[in-house]
């Protein structure tokens, strides 16, 4: 058997930051956000959480950690965005203060 031949599991990053709906609002009143979403690279993560963000109305972002899920998430809030995730596309998950 070569390395073509394993089976990858696929990867799924997970981008945190902060977002704003409006670029005038007070940094007090930032959004926390985790993203999932699978990309080939960090900066394809990266730009593709930004252009999600974006599409959602979101108009200023920081996005300050970036990493790999290893496997399914454990927490129930993260299930179902992991599981979007896996199907293409970015799910964003927002959080209250």
């Known amino acids: 058997m070569n ?3 394993l089976e990858m599991d696929p ?3 997970i981008v945190i930051g ?3 709906k409006d670029e005038d609002t007070s940094p007090d009143a930032a959004i926390t956000i985790h993203a999932f979403l699978m990309a080939p690279d960090d900066d394809d993560a990266v730009r593709k959480t930004l ?3 974006s599409s959602q109305g979101f108009t200023e972002a920081d996005l300050d950690q970036i990493g ?3 496997g399914e998430p454990d927490e129930p809030i993260y299930e179902g965005a992991y599981h979007d995730a896996l199907s293409g596309n970015v799910a964003i998950v ?3 203060d």
């Open 11 to 13: 990867v799924v990053y």
């Open 94 to 96: 927002t959080l209250a």
């Open 68 to 70: 790999v899920i290893d």
């Open 18 to 20: 902060r977002v704003w």
């Open 51 to 53: 252009e999600a963000l």
């Open 3 to 5: 390395d073509n031949d």
